[in-house]
């Protein structure tokens, strides 16, 4: 599929104005230009940029995996889950290095995306709205833990940071992590057939040769791990997963190889533009763009609800 150009003109400018803004000025001195954007801004945009697409392609995946497309990574309770990971490491281990952090986190996310898999089993397919609901109350529940854990250990404070996607503190040496999503992008393009038949259910994709419960759960697997990146660098960014993909699915239909390209692209620049959005409402205050992507998300979700579409399953 090829992406319209205004899309990347739109992409390009995005990036222009990320590069620029912030409350040191490129242009009257404050700092040096170059040094500034190296240390500070390029790092804050690619870092934007990776946890969009990452996230627009965890969302497909979660969607195709469930055969629901109202479903994403923040409504099946993988953020809630990673922050759990997070709470434990930093209780045993408050010195270990990020990469243990996104480790643990991942683990903790797998395991509660497979927990809410489980669930979803037991929910009835005739309604599309139930599947997502129910994701919101498991999800709800996870988060308590994690907050009920976070009292107890007087971590409340960095509960806080880890659930709001906020991209302030992102600098050189504190974003590269999320390279990795760059390399689950290539392997998820590499499985985009297999995970494609995932969206049959599993009586006609075993019929078709593929090996079901593998395939799910390298999916999931890649999910997790996204999550976790996104979680531990910057924090949760809820709906990201939601609106990418099923805005994709309504233009251009299910080809998902076809697609991953134009869903990471949605995804990276509508988070770019939520953060750039941020920096703008109050300048030279920020508001998190995990706080206005979740409003954006929301609306579009509950529309979504009132239109679920023919891709509402599968």
């Known amino acids: 599929m090829r992406i319209p150009l205004i899309a990347w003109i739109g992409l390009v400018l995005l990036i222009g104005a990320s590069l620029s803004l912030g409350a040191a000025s490129l242009w ?50 993988t953020p809630e889950a990673a922050t759990l990971g997070l709470l434990a490491i930093t209780l045993v281990a408050p010195g270990a290095a990020l990469i243990w952090k996104m480790v643990a986190s991942a683990i903790t996310a797998l395991i509660g995306t497979a927990g809410f898999l489980a669930l979803a089993r037991h929910v009835p397919r005739h309604d599309p709205i139930l599947l997502p609901i129910v994701g919101l109350v498991y999800g709800g529940i996870l988060g308590a833990i994690a907050i009920g854990a976070a009292w107890i250990t007087d971590l409340l404070q960095y509960l806080g940071a880890w659930r709001m996607g906020d991209f302030s503190g992102v600098v050189q040496g504190r974003y590269e992590l999320l390279w990795g999503i760059a390399i689950l992008a290539i392997l998820l393009y590499m499985l985009a057939d297999r995970i494609t038949l995932l969206a049959l259910g599993e009586r006609q994709a075993r019929s078709l040769g593929l090996n079901y419960a593998q395939t799910r759960m390298i999916g999931l697997a890649i999910v997790s791990c996204i999550t976790a990146l996104v979680v531990v660098t910057v924090g ?38 939520a953060d750039v959005l941020g920096r703008l409402i109050r300048y030279p205050y920020e508001i998190p763009a995990g706080t206005v992507f979740a409003v954006v998300g929301a609306g579009v979700f509950l529309w979504l609800l009132h239109r679920p579409g023919r891709h509402a399953n599968g």
């Open 28 to 77: 009257q001195g404050d700092l040096e230009a170059g040094w500034l954007i190296a240390v500070s801004r390029f790092p804050r945009t690619a870092a934007a940029l990776l946890a969009g697409a990452g996230l627009a392609l965890a969302g497909v995946v979660a969607q195709l995996s469930v055969q629901n497309r109202l479903v994403e990574p923040s409504l099946t309770g």
């Open 236 to 273: 949760a960014l809820p709906f990201v997963g939601l609106v990418a993909p099923n805005i994709v699915s309504r233009l251009y239909g299910d080809d998902l190889r076809a697609n991953l390209p134009a869903i990471a692209l949605l995804g990276a620049g509508a988070v770019l533009a």
